[in-house]
């Protein structure tokens, strides 16, 4: 079994678009909204834009600029 702190380290690099993981997106979008100077709404709809674009865990980063782009920022 592997250690709860490492597997958060491993995974904090990347974002995961799995429909069971509902606090992947409420963190992410939450970031986006801060970042970005918008509604958790139009967050959320570019955190779900994005994992469509793109299959299977992404790179955080090229997922941020993912919904950067999106929301036209």
Same mark, same amino acid.
């Given at each position: 079994?592997?250690?709860?702190? *490492?597997?958060?380290?491993?995974?904090?690099?990347?974002?995961? #678009?799995? &429909?069971?993981?509902?606090?992947?997106? *409420?963190?992410?979008? *939450?970031?986006?909204?801060?970042?970005?100077?918008?509604?958790? &709404?139009?967050?959320?709809?570019?955190?779900?834009? #994005? #994992?469509?674009?793109? *299959?299977?865990?992404?790179?955080?980063?090229?997922?941020?600029? #993912?919904?950067?782009?999106?929301?036209?920022?």
């Amino acid at each position: 079994m592997s250690d709860d702190k *490492t597997k958060r380290e491993v995974d904090a690099r990347f974002v995961s #678009c799995a &429909e069971d993981e509902g606090y992947e997106e *409420t963190y992410t979008a *939450t970031k986006i909204a801060f970042e970005n100077g918008v509604s958790m &709404e139009e967050a959320r709809k570019a955190f779900k834009h #994005c #994992c469509k674009a793109v *299959t299977g865990n992404q790179p955080r980063k090229a997922f941020m600029e #993912c919904a950067k782009k999106y929301l036209g920022k």
